[in-house]
């Protein structure tokens, strides 16, 4: 029988992770050890795998736990009818989640080269989910005439790099407010995907 | 006295750092050993210290010599009067120019924060004249009515990061060149900046 879980695993899983998510956003995965995360945890190295199988795993289900978090928020989101008004809950959206999560978004980007193959493939799937999301409003908007994007799929990503490009510049007590940074980012966004 | 460079210095120099930007890239600057290096470039890990002090010196000499190449090239190409025309030249350039450098973009992106803070700090500046070149042009547009950008700042950090992200994408070979990726992404960031 494995290790049974202790009665504070309620608490200590989510703070595994968060440890986790913090040590490799600071130094990156390779250069974390399941030993260093267990010293800030405040456990024993062994109790470490009552939640973990190994720090691979940890690895993949913070960064499918944080693309699953994106899909289901981005589905809670209202849903207009207008295309150019959907475009601009997306944006407003993508800006407010992604600086909401820092780290996760930072790891995301950084770690995913150290995924196995397996699960590298898992997390593709999700993220072109959510690019297939951004690029059926493109289309839709493209079909009614809204929009004139000369390739929705290359949009797509263009708009997508953009608007997680914030994460890389943003300050919080910074010049500007986040409902300021997607103001700007809504014209820029309205107007490279208009018609005409 | 200092180890004395072995003939092969002329040949060897280079061939280091091609072998490091080749690991750094793959693996993680973290990952890597001098050792590692050493091997793979075909030399005793002594001689590798012929080259470079140490792997921190070989990390930010490769992204020095990336943002100087990056300037220099920039500096190089055609500056028509128009700001629009510039700002064609400058899309076009840049996805050009760091398709041709995956590698060294990668790391670029991945290994700042590998990089020690005086070296961080160089690197830092020359991101910045980079982005001062494209919001340089963005002012003048803006001073000539032919654009409308509420913030030139935050529209430079845009644009850069949307012609930035081609690189997660592209693939040689697919199906579409490299000129027309770059034809697409001007018809965007034509559209994104232009008044009206």
Redesign the interface.
């Known amino acids: 029988m494995a290790r049974t879980q202790g009665s504070h695993s309620g608490i200590t899983g989510p703070r595994v992770r968060e440890v986790a998510l913090k040590l490799f956003a ?6 974390v050890s399941m030993r260093q995360i267990a010293r800030e945890v405040g456990v024993q190295v062994g109790a470490i795998y009552n939640y973990t199988p190994d720090k691979q795993a940890l690895l993949f289900s913070l960064l499918e736990g944080h693309m699953e978090e994106l899909l289901a928020a981005w589905e809670a989101e209202p849903r207009p009818e207008a295309p150019q008004d959907r475009l601009e809950v997306f944006v407003r959206f993508h800006i407010r989640f992604n600086l909401a999560r820092p780290q996760a978004i930072f790891i995301s ?2 770690e995913l ?2 995924l196995e193959p397996a699960h590298f493939a898992v997390i593709e799937t999700l993220r072109k989910r959510y690019e297939a999301a951004l690029e059926e409003i493109l289309r839709d908007g493209q079909a009614t005439g809204a929009f004139s ?3 929705t799929r ?2 797509s ?6 608007l ?3 994460n ?2 943003y300050r919080e007590g910074g010049r ?1 407010s986040i409902a300021e ?1 997607a ?3 809504w ?3 309205r ?4 018609a005409g």
């Open positions: 600071q130094h990156g995965y390779a250069a980007y950084m080269r150290n994007v000369p390739d290359l949009a990503y263009a708009l997508i790099a953009m997680t490009g914030v890389t510049w500007l940074v103001d700007i980012y014209d820029m966004v107007k490279a995907v208009a």
